[in-house]
T-cell receptor, first 114, second 111 residues
Framework: DGGITQSPKYLFRKEGQNVTLSCEQNLNHDAMYWYRQDPGQGLRLIYYSQIVNDFQKGDIAEGYSVSREKKESFPLTVTSAQKNPTAFYLCASSIDRGGNQPQHFGDGTRLSIL | DAKTTQPNSMESNEEEPVHLPCNHSTISGTDYIHWYRQLPSQGPEYVIH???SNVNNRMASLAIAEDRKSSTLILHRATLRDAAVYYCILRNGGSQGNLIFGKGTKLSVKP
């Protein structure tokens, strides 16, 4: 079945470490997104990409980096500069970034600090 | 993107219809009304979206007020699996706006 796969489901990071969260889609979608969700809150946009080799900062990009070398892959790196990285991270994709296009989400990665 | 207002929580009985309201008084003519839902510890799931006319799909119906300043998501027969947080979001169809999630409505379904 087509969809979005995020891995791992749970991830633990030591202080000062960078960690990379994987996101793969087989929906042939051009646009991909990364969101962060804190307990009891809605989602906030970290980065988005409209097409391969292009990406833009969202509302809370500081301390994060991304790459988009392949259409189906959009990994997110949480760097040591992100001072409060504990959160639920969600990846999504859509056909394009038009306002009438729904986004399809993965099941998320829960990141915790040891 | 314009703002939406939803009740914090609602309760329903299993197998009864549920009407989830959303107010969006500052909606513009090109804003689409999107609904997503999120089950505990899962990513959001697209439910339905519309512009002006009422919309139906296998999951739900979307009723849009004539002046477009409010809308209602209708689950025709609630099941326990429908217990989730439901988000009403506006997205401008003419631009490449982002989804802006508020806190949504937490729906509880009683057996």
């Amino acid at each position: 079945d087509g969809g979005i796969t995020q891995s791992p489901k749970y991830l633990f990071r030591k202080e000062g470490q960078n960690v990379t969260l994987s996101c793969e889609q087989n929906l042939n979608h051009d646009a991909m997104y990364w969101y962060r969700q804190d307990p009891g809150q809605g989602l906030r946009l970290i980065y988005y990409s409209q097409i391969v080799n292009d990406f833009q900062k969202g509302d809370i990009a500081e301390g994060y980096s991304v790459s988009r070398e392949k259409k189906e892959s959009f990994p997110l790196t949480v760097t040591s500069a992100q001072k409060n990285p504990t959160a639920f991270y969600l990846c999504a994709s859509s056909i394009d970034r038009g306002g009438n296009q729904p986004q399809h989400f993965g099941d998320g990665t829960r990141l915790s600090i040891l | 993107d314009a703002k939406t207002t939803q009740p914090n929580s609602m309760e329903s009985n299993e197998e009864e219809p549920v009407h989830l309201p959303c107010n969006h008084s500052t909606i513009s003519g090109t804003d689409y009304i999107h609904w997503y839902r999120q089950l505990p510890s899962q990513g959001p799931e697209y439910v339905i979206h519309g512009l002006t006319s009422n919309v139906n799909n296998r999951m739900a119906s979307l009723a849009i007020a004539e002046d477009r300043k409010s809308s209602t998501l209708i689950l025709h027969r609630a099941t326990l699996r429908d217990a989730a947080v439901y988000y009403c979001i506006l997205r401008n169809g003419g631009s490449q706006g982002n989804l802006i999630f508020g806190k949504g409505t937490k729906l509880s379904v009683k057996p």
